[in-house]
């Protein structure tokens, strides 16, 4: 259950079900009269109602039954089943019937039924033609979601969702809701907090050359954000946006010139580093693209995605060069061989797969289903000997990479483990948890050498106001 609240939950169906609940008990909105003897008007009078009350599940982000009100063509398409809207007959359209509770789910669904105003124009408009825009009329301007910010009750720790290694072994960064953590890597001393963060930092990367950390995130179904933080300062070399949706992975090239970044809105990027620039926007994947990584001599970008696939693109020309379609379910993590020969990936299926790979297309060297439930993460060691798995299950696997016969196994983990770091001599594994701690082991003796540490500070719940006594 909870990988959904780390994957697609966020994104696309608990902000979207919170978004409903809380719209829907927003006020009624005021009843729109429609003129003696005229229908009411799509862009003044219809559009505003549909903003208001149905954008939290069916924006083009959203998407939900495959129903996108965003505009008024995109409306009368219908969704999942078929034309919501009849004109001419508001008693045999779908919506309707579904917002006035004769069809099931009721709509808006968990929120507040319409007014009865609304209603009336919306059937008004449909029986009078549900007419689009007239021409030149502008459509009514999107209103901008105001999200709540709910403080907690008790004390909470941040899950750690992110880990990386600096390139030198010697800087441990752990990213969480709003922060990332510099820790010292062989003592897990904690050095500095990179604060101001949008959302989780969901991924991180070091610049090959050490100076810089990008730490990647962003609020659900509002936007993705980079930020470039400089290693000897502390402070952030700049911000980059672009993705309509948070972004789940961030790579740095070889060379450190470009960030590739994957987000919920199913598009991958490259950035220019320098300039923080977009220099090509990758457009292949038709879901949620949860994972990224560039082949280690530079040309090529692997993505994989939630629509059950890991896309192979030339990173100069931003050519997708062929696609690996033989996951069951979606893949959330993926990693590159030392070589750059082979790739190796893992999803919900609870399945490892290892492609060999090539100029023109990929072969399937290697499957196993590997765990008892899904795959969290991926790693592949830097001798290239073991590929280590994080699982929903409760469990770190190393195994052999050529035939994926297990090597040992980290059993008993006190919760899931969301992110995986081997470090660059490949002696260390970091893992991070859900529960919000970080512990390091020891690839040789496979056994614990640092923590369990509690990677961020609690954050408190508000002080009561004089006169108000806490309550849970």
Not at 7 to 33: Q, Y
Not at 291 to 300: C, E, L
Not at 390 to 416: E, H, K, M, T
Not at 420 to 426: D, T, Y
Request: hydrophobic share 40%.
């Amino acid at each position: 259950m909870r990988l959904a609240l780390l994957r697609w939950g966020p994104c696309a169906i608990g902000v979207a079900v919170f978004l409903a609940l809380v719209l829907g008990g927003i006020g009624s909105s005021e009843k729109v009269e429609a003129g003696q003897g005229s229908a009411p008007s799509y862009a003044a009078q219809v559009q505003p109602i549909l903003q208001q009350k149905c954008l939290a599940c069916h924006s083009g982000a959203a998407k939900m039954a495959e129903l996108v009100m965003d505009n008024y063509d995109s409306l009368m398409k219908g969704g999942a089943h078929g034309p919501d809207i009849v004109p001419g007959k508001s008693g045999e359209s779908r919506l309707v019937l579904m917002v006035e509770g004769k069809v099931q789910p009721r709509m808006p669904f968990g929120g507040n039924p319409l007014p009865a105003g609304d209603i009336a124009t919306i059937k008004a408009w449909i029986d009078a033609g549900a007419k689009g825009p007239a021409p030149g009329e502008a459509s009514a301007a999107t209103p901008k979601l105001a999200i709540p910010e709910i403080k907690p009750q008790v004390p909470v720790v941040s899950p750690v969702v992110s880990l990386a290694y600096s390139r030198d072994g010697k800087l441990l960064a752990a990213g969480g809701y709003k922060e990332v953590r510099l820790l010292d890597a062989s003592t897990g001393k904690p050095l500095a907090t990179l604060s101001g963060h949008a959302d989780y930092v969901r991924s991180l990367a070091f610049s090959p050359d050490g100076k810089w950390l990008a730490a990647a995130g962003g609020p659900c179904q509002v936007s993705g954000e980079i930020r470039l933080w400089d290693l000897e300062s502390r402070k952030v070399l700049r911000t980059m946006t672009g993705h309509s949706d948070c972004i789940y992975s961030v790579a740095v090239s070889p060379d450190g010139k470009l960030i590739a970044s994957t987000s919920y809105d199913k598009l991958a990027k490259l950035w220019d580093a320098s300039a923080g620039k977009e220099v090509r926007n990758l457009k292949d994947h038709i879901d949620a693209v949860f994972a990224v990584a560039f082949s280690p001599d530079g040309k090529w970008l692997a993505t994989g995605s939630q629509d059950r696939s890991v896309k192979i693109w030339d990173v100069a020309s931003g050519e997708r060069l062929y696609t690996l379609s033989e996951p069951a379910d979606g893949i959330t993590c993926i990693a590159f061989s030392p070589s750059g020969k082979q790739i190796a990936a893992g999803g919900y299926d609870k399945t490892i797969y290892v492609w060999n790979l090539a100029d023109k297309g990929g072969t399937l060297a290697h499957t196993l289903i590997a765990d008892e439930d899904s795959i969290l993460q991926v790693a592949w060691s830097p001798d290239g000997k073991t590929i280590i798995t994080s699982s929903a299950d409760g469990s770190i696997r190393v195994r052999d990479a050529a035939s994926l016969d297990p090597v040992s196994v980290f059993g008993n983990q006190p919760d899931w483990v969301d992110a995986l770091s081997i470090s660059p001599n490949g002696k260390s594994l970091a893992a991070g948890r859900y529960n919000g701690t970080l512990s390091v082991y020891d690839l040789g003796s496979y056994k614990q050498v640092l923590g369990p540490l509690v990677a961020f500070e609690p954050q408190q719940p508000p002080k009561p106001q004089p006169g108000q006594t806490a309550s849970r």
